[in-house]
């Protein structure tokens, strides 16, 4: 392969901007793109004179003479294709060296060179020329084409999905594109999702307003239809131009067609697109790439507050019960962590394996079979695992590990070492994995390196939990409290009292108004508002989480945000477990039995309350619930619990 010169960086770049650059020089680009500072700057330069340019030939559209002209007059300039044996020309750096006036003229051409790559990809003809192939696509037929740089691609059928240099786009019926180099496309129309390959030059997605959304490195979505551009960030970091508006967006943040910045649960996302993402495995373009699992950790989301956009089962059955699968010589002490959701809907679990090491499994519902993730690991933990936007399955032990098992590649994909017992795991949506150890809370990024930690107290044995607005909700054992910004650093803390014998093990559980419930081995609750203030809320005796619905269990009480209760007089045992379903339907487990009570918007009981046997005389473990669209399913000590 030829080496690149920075002589002809300017001509380079300008070629690989257009999507015209040969196959074989792309990588060498790139690859200076990363490394040098020089050819990053000339880059953002020359893609902002790119904006200036379609503007200036835009507002001048009705002018066919402007246009054409100009396209006339610099076709005699066009850029001759190199080939791997022969060297590229060195006029334009002969020029740039030695010329008084090579700034003006770089510049003139440089404006030539953008005019006619604008006109001729805006005025091609049918049978015209097109650029080289700068993505594949398949169609969920499993059909696949080639796209070239500057060609408009509409999708049809089912929809499709396009791979731009390892960027994955899924299209929506009807959905037009048209691919402009390996790191920009045009949304002409149409909803498409984007899993963003990480590189250190932005992903651009342009829209014709000349607005355009930008990622290093993340998952969002654009719909753009008559009512305006929508844009939601599943995960990471995502920045929305036009003109002289700029808005960032993070994970769980919504860009309205108001213009109007908004929180979002990335688990509609996952609804949305799950016809297009859980495809067959002979059709779908790249197995498991989802856009969130449905319910990735305790309590649903980091939040931990049981509430979730999929709906439960329409009628409500008897559960059947799926043993766990028998392990010789495991000893867990009566600890049972709740059942989590893959990307696919898999189902896992951690279980002892000895009283030494820790053992994932997973549960194929339509396998009716139980699988184990790799081998067993050293350490003990009583806490869930969660899964992260990218599918991994994270969880740590005692030995001070955190492991990352990718369930699409059927191996451990990372491990690393904290430094101290990890006691749970919180997956945020900005990808950042929240680690409670006994020493400090440590932040780690998608592929396990450290981020950030926080060391304002130790003994942190509950996982932490995050708020609609970002603020991360940690608490030690013994009481201590503290609510930090999204870079560890803390805004607030305070202290609850506790009993003698009250231990803070449970994860924190945060309500959409931020206000944060913490709540203690003994059944005591403490109401921390986002302006800081606590507030006990009492000792509720055996606690039911989530809280942060604003429903308290209390006893055989369910006690409602407006005060008023409801007597599950039926249950022979207390509330061990709630949450809250799309369609306002309140679930909570006793032992033996799955109730469900309507709610209206406002939160306040609307319905008589329906009870189902659960298949297993014990109760749910805390936080137990898990809602699937079209099911429920209830993690006790005795199996998983589905009712579907």
């Not at 509950?462 to 607005?469: F, L, M, N, T």
């Amino acid at each position: 392969m030829t080496a690149i010169q920075d002589d002809d960086r300017e001509l380079l770049l300008s070629l690989y901007i257009d999507g015209e650059l040969e196959a074989e020089r792309i990588p060498l680009v790139e690859e200076k793109l990363r490394t040098d500072p020089l050819w990053k700057s000339e880059f953002e330069a020359l893609r902002a004179s790119e904006d200036k340019v379609s503007k200036t030939v835009e507002s001048n559209w009705y002018d066919q003479e402007f246009t054409e002209k100009v396209a006339e007059r610099l076709k005699t300039r066009k850029i001759q294709s190199w080939t791997s044996d022969a060297p590229p020309p060195r006029e334009p750096s002969v020029l740039l060296r030695y010329l008084p006036w090579a700034a003006a003229c770089a510049a003139l051409l440089l404006f030539g060179l953008l005019v006619t790559t604008w006109y001729l990809q805006h005025n091609r003809k049918p049978g015209g020329t097109l650029g080289a192939t700068v993505a594949t696509v398949r169609m969920l037929d499993g059909s696949e084409t080639e796209l070239h740089a500057g060609e408009l691609f509409t999708a049809e059928g089912a929809g499709a999905c396009a791979n731009v240099d390892g960027t994955l786009l899924w299209l929506r019926p009807g959905a037009q594109l048209t691919v402009q180099g390996a790191r920009k496309v045009t949304l002409q129309n149409g909803e498409v999702l984007a899993v963003v390959r990480p590189d250190v030059v932005p992903f651009q997605i342009a829209l014709p307003s000349q607005a355009t959304v930008e990622a290093l490195g993340t998952r969002f979505d654009v719909a753009l239809n008559a009512q305006g551009v929508r844009v939601r960030v599943v995960e990471g970091h995502v920045q929305y131009k036009d003109g002289a508006k700029l808005v960032d967006l993070l994970g769980a943040q919504a860009l309205g067609t108001d213009g109007a910045l908004k929180r979002f649960d990335p688990r509609e996302a996952a609804l949305e697109w799950k016809e297009l993402l859980v495809a067959p495995a002979s059709n779908a373009p790249v197995q498991a790439e989802h856009a969130a699992s449905l319910w990735p950790q305790v309590g649903g989301g980091p939040e931990h507050n049981g509430q979730t956009p999929a709906s439960g089962p329409d009628v409500l059955k008897e559960g059947r019960l799926v043993p766990y699968p028998k392990v010789d010589n495991a000893a867990d002490g009566g600890q049972y962590a709740p059942a989590v959701a893959g990307l696919d809907g898999t189902l896992f679990v951690l279980r002892p394996a000895n009283d030494k090491s820790m053992q994932l499994w997973n549960y194929d519902d339509q396998a009716k079979s139980w699988t184990k993730c790799g081998a067993a690991v050293s350490g003990i933990s009583q806490h869930a695992p969660v899964v992260t936007p990218k599918g991994l399955v994270v969880f740590g032990t005692s030995s001070g590990e955190v492991y990352a098992y990718s369930p699409r590649e059927h191996k451990q994909a990372w491990q690393k070492n904290v430094g101290s017992s990890v006691f749970g795991v919180c997956a945020a949506y900005n990808g950042a994995l929240l680690c409670s150890t006994y020493a400090r809370l440590v932040a780690l990024d998608a592929e396990g390196r450290e981020a950030w930690s926080f060391d304002g107290f130790t003994d942190i044995q509950a996982p932490a939990a995050v708020g609609p607005d970002g603020t991360i909700y940690v608490a030690s054992r013994s009481g201590k409290l503290a609510a930090l910004d999204a870079s560890g650093t803390p805004l607030r803390q305070t202290r609850v009292t506790l009993g003698t014998s009250e231990l803070l093990f449970l994860p924190p559980v945060v309500a959409p108004s931020g206000k944060a419930w913490f709540t203690s081995t003994a059944g005591q609750i403490a109401a921390w508002s986002a302006t800081g203030q606590l507030e006990p809320v009492g000792n509720a005796g055996r606690v039911a989480l989530p809280l942060g619905l604003g429903v308290e269990a209390v006893g055989t009480k369910l006690r409602f945000a407006d005060g008023s209760e409801l007597d599950l007089k039926n249950a022979q045992e207390p509330l061990s477990a709630l949450a809250l379903d799309a369609s306002g339907q309140l679930y909570a487990s006793t032992p033996g039995t799955l109730w469900r009570v309507k709610l209206d918007a406002g939160g306040k009981r609307s319905g008589v309350p329906e009870a189902k046997p659960s298949a297993s005389a014990e109760a749910a473990v805390p936080g137990g619930i898990m809602i699937l669209p079209g099911k429920v399913i209830v993690t006790t000590p005795a199996g998983l619990v589905i009712h579907d």
